[in-house]
């Protein structure tokens, strides 16, 4: 359905931010999302500046049956934060962050980019623990999870939620907490933007100081095979406060690498230590020593920094085609298949992500959160990115055939890494339990799925 627009000028008239409509000149600029994947085209969009106009868009939509989509950050790679023809509820304006230092908690609002919690967290040496490039949105990496570099130690985005104030489909404002809607609270944090659209999160603080040991140790790629074998009994050997992860993709420009290097297919050993340099630079060393190391970029390094480093590697506009499942063990048939995809990465932008999890996520209930599939080792994030639109049918191709020929060695997937893949998909991002307890929070606080343009649950009425 599109909007009225003279129904809109009375929207507009009432609200604090902006409402941009596709004959306004920044139009094209704002309906703009991370993926370059999607050209959606919304019939309108609402800047909102404050929960009040957040209510107001949801009102407007809901009485004028719009179809809405929430955009926090724009990064999820299905293009979930726009929509064609209906209303895209645009939180980018509402970026204010506050911290109370004598609780070690910070208020952040919906539409938040990482990068801004960082910065206002750090001016007290704390730190939310959530994802590694800071121009992601807090909002929807909050809610499918949250899961980064201090994450062993600190548990997830989730797992450090106090409380949210959300706008639900009918417009009303409440608030979610252990024990305020808790069945609400319990399905925000992993269940996603399925039950309302989260204007604040309260979040509990880490105080990790603001610098960390960290850097990426490089390995060459042709020794692939017995470095992945090594790596996946190494990481269980490090405590929680070492998070080591491997990436495998065509070196970047580093300044610690020959020039020879750049541009070559290498195994990336990116890592962070909440402790010490001395204990840090210790706990490598099995790593540098394995082999041969192509360059060493282990220093102290400021954790704003650090959460910048690989902004520029992923950034806004190119083509992204990302799969991703949890992988049960690092087989040697599974290290196989890794190591025969990784040469023939279709394009230079490609990356093979694999994160090493376990610590304090697995230590937390398993119906504490909607998150499912905790103990999960290694994440295989298959990360195709390339620029043409010609090369589309290829990078996919190779991305599939991935997918495919590792699922035999899958348990699940992080909800935030699913692409554009259809509803059965969202379903194995849950265990059996969770999602039938999803579908009646759903029932309960979205009956009429005003909030589907997303790895949607259901509710039982909604065909
Ligand atoms: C470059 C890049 C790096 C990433 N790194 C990590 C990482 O380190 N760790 C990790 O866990 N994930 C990571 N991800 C995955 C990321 O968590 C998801 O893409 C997530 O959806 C991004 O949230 P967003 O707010 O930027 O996206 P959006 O596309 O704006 O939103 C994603 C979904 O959440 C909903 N939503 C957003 N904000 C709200 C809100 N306030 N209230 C209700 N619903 C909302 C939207 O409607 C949409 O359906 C990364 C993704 C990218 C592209």
């Known amino acids: 359905m599109v909007p009225n627009v003279e129904n809109t000028a009375v929207l507009k008239s009432a609200l604090r931010g902006d409402l941009i409509l596709p004959r306004d000149d920044y139009y094209n600029e704002a309906r703009k999302i991370w993926n370059g994947m999607f050209d959606k085209k919304p019939g309108v969009i609402v800047r909102c500046k404050n929960t009040s106009d957040v209510a107001k868009a949801v009102n407007f939509a809901r009485e004028n049956n719009l179809l809405v989509a929430v955009k926090g950050g724009g990064h999820n790679s299905a293009g979930t934060a726009s929509c064609n023809d209906g209303m895209m509820i645009d939180l980018s304006l509402m970026q204010n962050v506050e911290i109370d230092p004598d609780n070690n908690t910070a208020k952040v609002e919906g539409g938040c980019l990482l990068g801004a919690v960082d910065k206002a967290t750090q001016e007290h040496g704390l730190a939310v623990s959530s994802g590694i490039i800071s121009h992601t949105g807090v909002g929807g990496l909050t809610l499918d999870g949250g899961m980064g570099w201090i994450s062993r130690k600190h548990g997830f985005s989730v797992d450090n939620l106090i409380s949210a104030e959300v706008v639900l489909a009918n417009g009303e404002i409440v608030h979610a907490s252990k024990d305020e809607n808790p069945d609400l609270f319990w399905a925000i944090r992993g269940g996603g933007g399925n039950f309302g659209i989260v204007t604040n999160f309260e979040f509990k603080c880490a105080d990790i100081g603001t610098e960390v040991y960290s850097g990426p140790i490089v390995k060459r790629f042709e020794d692939a095979k017995e470095y992945i074998r090594f790596h996946r009994e190494f990481v269980k050997t490090m405590p929680d406060e070492m998070t080591v992860w491997m990436v495998i993709r065509h070196a970047p420009p580093l300044p610690f690498l020959s020039e020879e290097t750049h541009g070559k297919l290498v195994v990336l050993v990116p890592f962070v230590f909440l402790g010490d340099a001395e204990k840090g630079k210790e706990l490598m060393q099995p790593v540098r020593d394995f082999g041969e190391t192509l360059g060493d970029g282990s220093a102290m390094h400021t954790w704003v920094g650090w959460q910048s480093a690989f902004d520029g590697l992923v950034d806004h506009g190119a083509r992204n085609y990302w799969k991703s499942h949890h992988i049960k063990a690092l087989s040697d048939e599974c290290i196989d298949v890794v190591i025969d995809y990784a040469s023939k990465m279709p394009s230079a932008e490609c990356e093979v992500f694999i994160p090493h999890m376990e610590g304090a996520p697995g230590r937390?209930?398993?119906?504490?959160?909607?998150?499912?599939?905790?103990?999960?080792?290694?994440?295989?994030?298959?990360?195709?990115?390339?620029?043409?639109?010609?090369?589309?049918?290829?990078?996919?191709?190779?991305?599939?055939?991935?997918?495919?020929?590792?699922?035999?060695?899958?348990?699940?997937?992080?909800?935030?890494?699913?692409?554009?893949?259809?509803?059965?998909?969202?379903?194995?991002?849950?265990?059996?339990k969770v999602w039938d307890r999803l579908v009646k929070v759903k029932n309960t606080w979205d009956s009429g799925n005003l909030f589907r343009v997303n790895q949607n649950i259901k509710p039982d009425n909604f065909s």
């Open 364 to 432: 937390i209930g398993a119906n504490e959160t909607a998150f499912s599939f905790r103990s999960t080792p290694f994440v295989l994030n298959i990360h195709t990115r390339w620029r043409e639109q010609s090369d589309d049918e290829t990078c996919m191709k190779w991305a599939r055939g991935f997918f495919n020929e590792t699922k035999a060695f899958s348990q699940g997937v992080y909800v935030n890494f699913i692409s554009d893949e259809g509803e059965n998909r969202t379903k194995e991002a849950y265990t059996p």
